[in-house]
């Protein structure tokens, strides 16, 4: 049985496991350069199936800080991943969706957001969720904005050294959708 953490009107939100299944997809997610570019690896990540069913075998058993699959509710066909950051010591939580390009376009990733920030304000006591999507990524910026997402600055981030050949340094910007807000506008 598949570990659903939630689901939302057309989609399933599920634990990945170090299946082909979920190995597959994910090979598909991180070596698709339309899908990594806007997160600082234009030629995608440069993973085999083994290392990412071995990274999928080492995720830990909560739903937090983990590998999350997105499925159609439907077909149970996956179209991406997602994440549910646990809240940092500011009390601000994390999140993040990669959704294959060929369901681009279809409010799938508002609904993958919605969903993520109703989760945390259900399980977690955060007073906001973060998001920073680069500059260039009109769509992810769409993304937070249908959910209440504020931008509240800008940052730079530097891969480490080490990395530097294959990524490219992000301009990014960072919105936060708060407890309060989000609460009083729902």
């Known amino acids: 049985m598949l570990d659903i953490v939630f689901q939302t009107p057309r989609l399933v939100i599920r634990k990945a496991v170090p299946s082909d299944h979920d190995v597959e997809l994910y090979y598909a997610l991180w070596s698709n350069p339309k899908v990594m ?10 993973m085999t199936r083994e290392d990412i069913r071995n990274q999928l075998a080492g995720c830990n058993e909560t739903e937090y800080d983990r590998l999350l699959i997105v499925e159609l509710k439907d077909t149970n066909q996956p179209i991406g991943e997602c994440k549910l950051g646990l809240p940092n010591s500011d009390d601000i939580a994390g999140t993040d969706v990669k ?24 399980h977690t006591d955060c007073k906001a969720i973060k998001a ?8 992810s910026q769409k993304m937070q904005e249908s959910v209440g997402g504020k931008c509240v600055g800008e940052d730079t981030y530097h891969f480490p050294e ?19 807000d989000y609460e009083r506008n729902k």
């Open 37 to 46: 570019t806007f997160v600082g690896f234009p030629e995608g990540l440069k």
């Open 99 to 122: 959704l294959l390009p060929e369901f681009w376009r279809n409010g799938y990733g508002s609904e993958v957001k919605r969903g993520l920030v109703e989760y945390l304000l259900a």
């Open 132 to 139: 920073t999507p680069n500059k260039l990524n009109i769509a």
């Open 162 to 180: 080490k990395m530097r050949s294959y990524t490219v340094d992000l301009d990014l910007y960072i919105y936060h959708v708060s407890r309060t």
